[in-house]
């Protein structure tokens, strides 16, 4: 995948909780995010397993695989705390200090993760720190047979020349049938 200059990003929701790591900040971790133009989105089911007092599959997938981004979703989850959410963050870069870290980590921590994701939305104006805009190709997110409300590929590049201009980047979700097609809407 080096090869060809794509980036592997991993998409988890936030289930269960870990022991705590040291704070650390980095802002050039965050050049080559805001350089890429595509890279590959990967999105997990059952997403981790508690054990040992750590996330296994956080720790296992960076420790094993050349993760550049982690894109975290789900911090509404019942116990899980503003100090949980710090653990995470810091486990993540405890055990690469290159990767990057979305703000779903926790949404309600002012500064979270490395970058902000508004959903299905531009902001007016742009935010003082890196964002990603993330959108869908129609009202959902996946593949869901009766949702027939396609945005035009004239809307999609305007959306995606608007964050641009504004200096983001665009998450677009495609979600393709449980056979791996991807509709011919899009």
Same mark, same amino acid.
């Given at each position: $995948?080096? @090869? ?7 998409? *988890? *929701?936030?289930?269960?909780? %870990? ?5 650390? %900040?980095?802002?050039?971790? $965050? #050049?080559?995010?805001?350089?890429? @133009?595509f890279g590959m989105f990967i999105h997990?089911?059952?997403?981790? =397993?508690?054990?040992?007092? !750590?996330?296994? $599959?956080?720790? #296992? ?39 990057? =870290? ?16 508004? #959903?299905? &939305? =531009?902001? #007016?104006?742009?935010? &003082?720190?890196?964002? !990603?805009?993330? $959108? ?6 996946? %593949? ?6 396609? @945005?035009?590929? !004239? ?10 201009? @504004? /200096? /983001?980047?665009?998450? *677009?979700?495609?979600?393709p049938t449980a ?8």
């Open positions: $995948m080096e @090869k060809q200059n794509l980036r592997i990003i991993f998409f *988890l *929701l936030l289930v269960h909780l %870990f022991n705590a790591y040291g704070i650390v %900040f980095a802002q050039d971790r $965050m #050049e080559w995010w805001r350089d890429d @133009k997990w089911g059952i997403y981790s =397993v508690l054990g040992r007092g !750590e996330w296994v $599959m956080v720790t #296992e997938l960076i420790q094993n695989y050349p993760v550049s981004n982690i894109w975290f979703d789900a911090d509404y989850q019942i116990g899980y705390s503003d100090q949980d959410a710090i653990n995470l963050y810091n486990l993540c870069l405890y055990l690469n200090p290159d990767i990057i =870290v979305n703000n779903r980590v926790n949404h309600d921590l002012p500064n979270a993760g490395d970058y902000l994701t508004p #959903e299905q &939305e =531009v902001p #007016e104006t742009p935010p &003082e720190r890196d964002w !990603e805009t993330c $959108m869908t190709i129609n009202s959902n997110w996946g %593949f869901h047979q009766y949702d027939h409300n396609w @945005k035009t590929s !004239e809307s999609l590049i305007h959306t995606l020349l608007e964050i641009n201009s @504004k /200096g /983001g980047n665009l998450l *677009l979700n495609i979600g056979d791996g097609v991807i509709p011919s809407q899009v």
